[in-house]
């Protein structure tokens, strides 16, 4: 795939992503905290996981670009075995999302939240379009970026991008069925 198109179609992603947590502060701290059962997870708590998640990724990935060395043709992005299924893990189909369960130190559940979880959410997705602009001029498949469960685990660039916005998208949609 086209890099300049992988980067534009995530940065359509994210920006639905922040419009929807946008909308997401009209609401009342009731609304946002609402939960259709003891096990679901409110609005806030939603975002909050996309939180925990974005304080790891948005270094790892500003870390992985800034000691990239060689940008030599990196017009094509080729998706690695591990971080495609990964990536696919994470998509959203045909409105449905496979349930998973989360790693204990990025789950929110119970939590006491404000709408501020929202404000640090809107500032991350800034860094994230900022990051994805400037991975314009970064070979996406040579650079590599450890994931959350496993620093010894690298995947591509493009696959870690691919990953975080997906996981955003699923869970902005998990928020969106709260209200």
Not at 22 to 49: P, R, Y
Not at 98 to 112: E, G, I, L, R, T
Not at 156 to 166: A, I, S
């Amino acid at each position: 795939m086209p890099s300049d198109q992988l980067i534009k179609d995530l940065l359509i992603k994210t920006g639905e992503a922040t419009e929807e947590a946008k909308g997401f502060k009209l609401l009342s701290v009731e609304q946002l905290n609402f939960k259709k059962n003891k096990d679901a997870w409110s609005i806030l708590e939603c975002i909050e996981h996309l939180n925990l998640y974005g304080d790891y990724y948005l270094e790892a990935i500003e870390k992985s670009m800034s000691s990239q060395k060689n940008n030599s043709d990196s017009s094509i992005f080729k998706s690695g075995i591990i971080g495609n299924y990964f990536a696919n893990l994470m998509l959203v189909k045909d409105g449905k999302i496979k349930k998973m369960k989360s790693p204990k130190d990025k789950n929110p559940a119970n939590s006491h939240l404000t709408i501020s979880a929202i404000d640090r959410f809107l500032k991350q997705q800034e860094k994230l379009v900022s990051l994805l602009r400037q991975a314009a001029s970064v070979n996406l498949t040579k650079t590599k970026t450890s994931i959350s469960i496993s620093r010894h685990i690298k995947l591509r660039l493009g696959d870690t991008f691919r990953f975080f916005v997906y996981h955003i998208e699923r869970h902005i949609l998990q928020a969106k069925r709260n209200i």
